[in-house]
């Protein structure tokens, strides 16, 4: 895919590998805006609606990954692969989940994942991120989760196979 491309609904992307130290010692003034009023920091939930393609998605996920599915935001329907241990999300351009958007800091945020259970970490960022409507220095990510950084809303689902497993009978 081209840089400039948006990615297309059923396309799942692989946050990238890149080393985000590599540009340590690079000193610019980051032009993150904020939300100029509090209706943009509302919180209404989406509902379940996933596409056929979404829900295969996630269903194919093996055990200790998960997926971040774009709701709404320039890149909405886009798709993110989380299978490693920390993936950082910013408008860095070497971040995993790049999100060209002034909204978004240059080091918006992590996902940290220990076993199978992922955590979001908001570094610092000058917009903070949200899980369920909540703003949130740190959250364990539950199955559905609704993340917000800048104005992306995303939801988070993890592998069928890391969730509990309900017993019948």
């Not at 945020?109 to 220095?137: H, K, M, W």
């Amino acid at each position: 895919m081209q840089e400039n491309d948006r990615p297309e609904r059923d396309d799942v992307l692989r946050a990238a590998g890149g080393d985000s130290d590599a540009v340590r010692g690079e000193r610019s003034s980051d032009t993150t805006q904020t939300f100029g009023h509090d209706s943009d920091l509302s919180f209404v939930p989406f509902g379940a609606e996933l596409s056929q393609a979404e829900v295969e998605a996630i269903e194919a996920l093996p055990s200790g990954a998960a997926l971040l599915i774009v709701r709404s935001g320039p890149t909405s329907g886009a798709r993110y692969l989380l299978d490693t241990d920390v993936t950082t999300v910013g408008r860095h351009p070497e971040a995993d989940i790049f999100f060209d958007d002034v909204t978004v800091s240059r080091r918006h945020a992590e996902i940290t994942r220990t076993g199978t259970v992922f955590e979001l970490v908001d570094q610092r960022s000058l917009n903070g991120t949200y899980v369920n409507g909540e703003r949130a220095d740190r959250a364990v990510l539950r199955n559905g989760s609704e993340l917000r950084v800048g104005k992306f809303r995303l939801n988070f689902f993890v592998s069928p196979a890391d969730l509990p497993q309900t017993s019948e009978g």
